[in-house]
C-alpha cells in the first residue's frame, strides 16, 4: 500500500510536471510567433516576461518560488526560459506556470486512497459478516443443541443438516458419539440395577439354605459358627447392595418426592431407637420445629446415617451431642485424633481402620443428599470433638 | 394352617416349604405364573406368599385375581426389587405385608403369623403359650396373667421368639428383626446380648425359662 502510494505520487509528479512543460513549450512557441509578426513584445508577470538582451543563452528549466499576493504565499512555479532570435534582436522570454505543490498531490492520494480502503473495508465487512451468519447459522444452532444435551435423555440428539461438508462430518461424529455416550450411560444404569436386582434372589436362597441347616441338623458349636459367620456376610452384602442402589438413585434424580419435612422429629425419632437399642448416651433436645424441604425417606437416611456414624466412632461411654437450628444440624461426637485425611471422609469406602465391617457408603451417601438438596456439609476436628455441619440453604423454609 | 408359595426359585421355594412346614402348616407351591394363578382360583388358603417376579407373569396380577375373586387369604409379597413404587403398588392392591429379598425365614414366619392373628381373630389379636399370653394389640405380656413390664425391644424380642419357636436364632437374625437393616452397625451385635438378658431377667422371675441358648451363641424358645 505504501509502495503503491510512493509510486503514485511519483507517477502523477512526473505527468503533471510533463503537462506543465508542455503547455509552458507551447505558450513560449506563441509568443515567439507573436513576436515574428512583429507584434511588440509584452508582459504578463510572473506568468510571461519578454525581455529584450544582448546576448543568446541556452535555455534552461527551473522551478521557482513567487510571492503570490492574491493568496499571499509564496507559489511554486515552473519556469522555462528560452534566448531567442527574432528578427535580429535578442529576446528572452521567460514563461511560468502555477504546478500543483507535492504536499496537495500527496494528501490527495492519500484522502483518496483511504476512502477507497474505508468503503471496500465496509462492503467487505458487511458482505462477509452476512456470508459467515448465513454459513454458520446451522453451525451455532447445533451448538446451543449440544449444549441441552442431557446423558440422561431417551430420545437422541436433534441436529440441523448443513450443506457443508464439514458441517454434515461433524454433525455425524456428534450424533455417533452422543449415542454412544447416552447407550453406555443406560447400559451403566442398567447394570447396576440389574446387578443389585439379580443378586437379591441367590442370597435369599444362600440365606434361607443356612437357617434351614441350623435348625434340622445336629451341628457343632464351630460348624454353628461358621454359618452365622455367613449370615453376617450376607447382612453385609445386602446392606452394600442397598447402599449402592441408594447412591445410584440418588445420582439418577429419582427421588422427586418433597415434603416439608420436621428434621426434629425425625431426628428424636432416630435417638430414641438409638437410645433403646444401644443404650447410647445422645444429648438431643429441640423443642422447636425445623422444617427443610426434602424427600422424607433421604431425610431419615440421612439423620440415622449421620447419628450412626457418631455413635459407633465415639469414645467409650462419651456422649454424642446434637444441635439442630434453623440454619443447621451440628452433630458432635468426642475422639481422640482428629481423621487422618478429612478430605476423603465422604469418598466411597474410605475407612480410616479395617477394624470396624461398615459398608464404607454411609457417609458418601450423607454427602450424596446434601449435593441434591444443595446442603454444605463441612467436618471439623475440634477440642477432641469430631464435628460434622450441615448448613441448610435454599430449601430452607 | 394352609399356605401358597408362588415362588418361581425352586430352591428358595423348597427352604420357605421346609421352614414353615415345621410347624406343621399344609404348603403348597406354584413355580410360574399360569400355576399360581391356577391354584388361587381353584383353592382357599390362609396365607399366600407371592413373588413378584415369577417368570411368566407378574405377581402383582395374581394378587389382583386374588382379591377380585373375594380370596380371604393373607397375601405377603416377596421380591428382589426393594423400590418403594413397587411396595407402595402392592400394598395399595390389597397386600397384607411385604419383604424384600433376601429375607430371613424366621422374619418372613413371623409375618405370617402376624398375618394369621389378625385374619384369625378380627382384632382380638392374642396369642398363648403355656403361662405367657401376649396381647398384640395393647402391646402386653403377661405371665400367669401378671403384666411384666418390657421395653418395646424386649416385648419385640419375645413376640419374635414366640412365633419362632423351637427354632435356632442367631444373633444376626435377631439383630436383624430388631433394627431392620438400615443400620451400619454390622460388625457390632453385643447391644443383643443386653435386650435378651434383661428379657431373661423379667421372664425367670416369673419362673418362665423358655430362652435357651443353642451352640453357644444362638437362642432358641424352647418347651421344657
Redesign the interface.
Known amino acids: 500500500m505504501i509502495a503503491s502510494t510512493i509510486a503514485l505520487y511519483f507517477y502523477t509528479k512526473q505527468l503533471l510536471q510533463n503537462e506543465v512543460e508542455e503547455e509552458l513549450f507551447s505558450t513560449e512557441a506563441r509568443i515567439e510567433n507573436s513576436l515574428k509578426s512583429n507584434t511588440q513584445p509584452f508582459s504578463l508577470p510572473p506568468v510571461i516576461e519578454v525581455v529584450e538582451i544582448s546576448d543568446l543563452k541556452e535555455e534552461f528549466l527551473k522551478d521557482t518560488l513567487i510571492y503570490d499576493p492574491s493568496q499571499s504565499e509564496d507559489e511554486v512555479f515552473r519556469e522555462l526560459s528560452t534566448f531567442k532570435k527574432i528578427n535580429n534582436k535578442y529576446y528572452r522570454i521567460t514563461v511560468r506556470n502555477l504546478v500543483v505543490e507535492s504536499k496537495d498531490i500527496l494528501i490527495a492520494i492519500v484522502v483518496s486512497y483511504f476512502i477507497i480502503i474505508l468503503l471496500a473495508f465496509i462492503f467487505l465487512y458487511y458482505l462477509n459478516s452476512e456470508g459467515n451468519r448465513k454459513l454458520w447459522a446451522p453451525f451455532f444452532k447445533n451448538l446451543e443443541v449440544m449444549k441441552g444435551f442431557s446423558i440422561k435423555s431417551n430420545r437422541p440428539i436433534k441436529m440441523l443438516d448443513s450443506d457443508i461438508l464439514e458441517f454434515r462430518e461433524l454433525n455425524n461424529e456428534i450424533l455417533m458419539l452422543t449415542k454412544k455416550v447416552r447407550d453406555d450411560y443406560q447400559n451403566l444404569k442398567q447394570f447396576t440395577e440389574d446387578l443389585s436386582h439379580e443378586m437379591q434372589t441367590p442370597l435369599a436362597i444362600m440365606q434361607a439354605k443356612i437357617e434351614n441347616i441350623i435348625n434340622e441338623k445336629k451341628l457343632s458349636e464351630d460348624q454353628y459358627l461358621q454359618f452365622s459367620s455367613l449370615q453376617k456376610d450376607i447382612l453385609r452384602l445386602k446392606q452394600l447392595n442397598k447402599r449402592l442402589t441408594l447412591l445410584t438413585k440418588i445420582e439418577n434424580n429419582q427421588f422427586i418426592n418433597i415434603d416439608k419435612i420436621d428434621l426434629t422429629k425425625i431426628i428424636n425419632k432416630t435417638v430414641e431407637n438409638f437410645k433403646e437399642l444401644f443404650d447410647a448416651d445422645i444429648h438431643f433436645s429441640e423443642a422447636k420445629k425445623v422444617f427443610v424441604l426434602m424427600d422424607p425417606y433421604l431425610a431419615e437416611v440421612l439423620c440415622n446415617n449421620l447419628i450412626s456414624n457418631a455413635v459407633k466412632h465415639s469414645e467409650e461411654s462419651k456422649p454424642v451431642n446434637i444441635t439442630c437450628t434453623k440454619e443447621c444440624l451440628i452433630i458432635k461426637n468426642a475422639g481422640n485424633t482428629a481423621i487422618a485425611m478429612p478430605e476423603n471422609l465422604f469418598h466411597r469406602f474410605y475407612r480410616e481402620s479395617n477394624s470396624n465391617h461398615s459398608t464404607g457408603l454411609g457417609l458418601a451417601i450423607v454427602k450424596k443428599i446434601c449435593e441434591l438438596y444443595d446442603f454444605d456439609i463441612s467436618y471439623k476436628f475440634q477440642d477432641n470433638n469430631h464435628m460434622f455441619t450441615i448448613l441448610f440453604k435454599s430449601t430452607k423454609i | 394352617m394352609k399356605f401358597l408359595i408362588a415362588e418361581d ?1 425352586l ?2 421355594q423348597q ?2 416349604v ?2 414353615l412346614e ?1 410347624d406343621a402348616n399344609v404348603c403348597e407351591v406354584a413355580s410360574n405364573y399360569n400355576e399360581a394363578l391356577q391354584k388361587v382360583e381353584l383353592y382357599d388358603y390362609d396365607v399366600i406368599i407371592l413373588d413378584i417376579n415369577l417368570v411368566t407373569g407378574s405377581g402383582l396380577d395374581v394378587l389382583r385375581a386374588i382379591k377380585k375373586s373375594k380370596h380371604t387369604a393373607g397375601v405377603i409379597i ?1 421380591s ?3 423400590s ?1 413404587d413397587n411396595k407402595l403398588e402392592g400394598l395399595d392392591l390389597g397386600a397384607d405385608d411385604y419383604l ?7 422374619e418372613l414366619n413371623s409375618r405370617v403369623k402376624a398375618i394369621l392373628r389378625r385374619g384369625k381373630f378380627g382384632g382380638d389379636e392374642t396369642i398363648e403359650f403355656n403361662e405367657i399370653k401376649i396381647d398384640t394389640k395393647s402391646r402386653t405380656a403377661y405371665i400367669n396373667d401378671i403384666a411384666i413390664n418390657l ?3 424386649e416385648y419385640d424380642l419375645l413376640l419374635f421368639f414366640i412365633t419362632n419357636q423351637d ?2 436364632l ?4 435377631i439383630a ?1 428383626h ?2 431392620g ?8 451385635f453385643d ?1 443383643i446380648y ?2 435378651i438378658n434383661n428379657l431373661r431377667k423379667k421372664m425367670s422371675k416369673e419362673s418362665a425359662k423358655y430362652i435357651k441358648t ?5 437362642y432358641k424358645f424352647q418347651n421344657n
Open positions: 426359585e430352591d428358595l427352604s420357605i421346609t421352614y415345621r416377596i428382589a426389587n426393594n418403594l424384600t429379598k433376601p429375607f430371613h425365614l424366621a421395653t418395646r425391644k427354632r435356632v442367631s444373633k444376626e437374625i436383624e430388631l433394627w437393616d438400615d443400620s451400619d452397625l454390622v460388625d457390632n447391644f443386653v435386650h443353642a451352640y453357644g451363641s444362638g
